[in-house]
C-alpha cells in the first residue's frame, strides 16, 4: 500500500504540467464559465485549427506572433477547403505525421508559390519570457514564449521541436514550403530547429494522433495506398464553427506564478519518490503546458 501511495501522489505532482487529453466531447451552445483563476487564458477560436479525423479531433494551436505568413496561409487554405479530405501521407513511429497531398497526387490543384521560410527572429523584449534553461545544449538558452517553447542565442529566437510542434514541409531549399504540415511526435526532435518553419502546437486530441496509421520506416513513412492513410474529414479555424462545435480551451500562463512553481519542483524533484535528484538541468520539452476544457455553466 504504501508504494501505491507514492505513485499516486507522484501522478499529483505531474498532472500538473502533463497536457490535457481526453475523450471527444459535445460543448455546450452556452458560454463557457467565467475565468476565476487569471492565470489561465482562454484561448482565441481564430488560432484554433481543428481536424477532424477518421481517428478522432486533433485541435492545434497556431502561432502568427511567430511565423505570421505561415499561418495566414494555412487560415487561407482551411477557409478554401484544401485540407478536406487530405490524408497523413507519411508517418513514421516516434517522429513525424505529416499531413496534405503528394507531389505526384496533385491532379489538377491549382499551384501555389512556395513560402519564404519563417525559421526565428529578432528577440523582442517586450515578449513575456521565462527563462528555462541557460545554456542549453543546442542553443544559448531555452525557455517559454507565450506558452511555447523558444531557444535564444545571438539575438535570435525560434520554436523548439517538443512533441506536438508542427511545421510546414519542405524540400531541401529553405524557401520550398507549400501547403502539406507536419506534427512532431516521440521524442524532441531538435534537429530541425532553425531549420523548418514551426508556426504551431498540438493542445488537443493526443489520444487521435497516437492512432494515425503508420508508415514502414523503410520506406520513409510514405504509406503508398490512399485506403491505408488516416484521413482528414475536414479541416476548420474554431471561429468558423457553430458554438456547439467549439471547444472551449485555456492553458495555463507560463507567465503565471504556478507555472513558475510547478517548473521548480520538476527541476528540484522534491518529491520523496525522487532518491536521484538530479543536476538541475531541463530539457524545455520536458515540461508541458497544462491546457484543459473549460465547461459551461
Known amino acids: 500500500m504504501k508504494a501505491l501511495s507514492v505513485c499516486t501522489l507522484l501522478l499529483a505532482l505531474n498532472s500538473m504540467l ?5 475523450s471527444p466531447s459535445a460543448s455546450a451552445a452556452a458560454a463557457p464559465a467565467a475565468v476565476v483563476n487569471s492565470s489561465w487564458q482562454l ?5 484554433l485549427l481543428y481536424l477532424e479525423t477518421d481517428q478522432g479531433r486533433i485541435v492545434i494551436l497556431l502561432a502568427p506572433q511567430f511565423a505570421p505568413q505561415h499561418v495566414k496561409r494555412v487560415k487561407e487554405l482551411v477557409k478554401a477547403g484544401f485540407y478536406d479530405g487530405v490524408t ?10 505529416q499531413f496534405g497531398v503528394p507531389e505526384h497526387e496533385w491532379g489538377n490543384r491549382a499551384k501555389l508559390a512556395p513560402m519564404k521560410a519563417e525559421f526565428s527572429w529578432p528577440v523582442r523584449n517586450s515578449d513575456p519570457y521565462l527563462l528555462v534553461q541557460r545554456p542549453d545544449l543546442l542553443a544559448e538558452e531555452t525557455g517559454f514564449n507565450q506558452g511555447f517553447a523558444v531557444a535564444r542565442e545571438q539575438n535570435q529566437e525560434w520554436l523548439v521541436h517538443c512533441p506536438g510542434v508542427v511545421n510546414m514541409a519542405r524540400a531541401n531549399e529553405p524557401d520550398t514550403g507549400v501547403a502539406d504540415i507536419a506534427i512532431m511526435m516521440g521524442q524532441a526532435t531538435r534537429h530541425l530547429d532553425k531549420n523548418m518553419s514551426a508556426f504551431g502546437k498540438v493542445i488537443w486530441g493526443q489520444y487521435a494522433i497516437n492512432r494515425i ?16 492513410r488516416t484521413t482528414i474529414k475536414q479541416a476548420r479555424l474554431g471561429s468558423d464553427l457553430a458554438p456547439d462545435r467549439q471547444l472551449q480551451l485555456e492553458w495555463l500562463s507560463t507567465s ?9 519542483e520538476r527541476r528540484s524533484r522534491t518529491h520523496v519518490f525522487y532518491q536521484h535528484k538530479g543536476n538541475g538541468n531541463m530539457d524545455v520539452c520536458y515540461p508541458q503546458v497544462p491546457v484543459r476544457e473549460v465547461k459551461p455553466l
Open 213 to 228: 496509421r503508420r508508415g514502414d520506416t523503410a520506406d520513409g513513412g510514405v504509406i503508398g495506398s490512399v485506403a491505408a
Open 43 to 47: 484561448l482565441p477560436q481564430e488560432n
Open 256 to 264: 503565471s506564478s504556478e507555472f513558475s512553481q510547478a517548473l521548480a
Open 18 to 22: 502533463a497536457m490535457a487529453q481526453q
Open 88 to 97: 497523413f501521407y507519411r508517418v513514421i513511429e516516434g517522429f513525424v505525421a
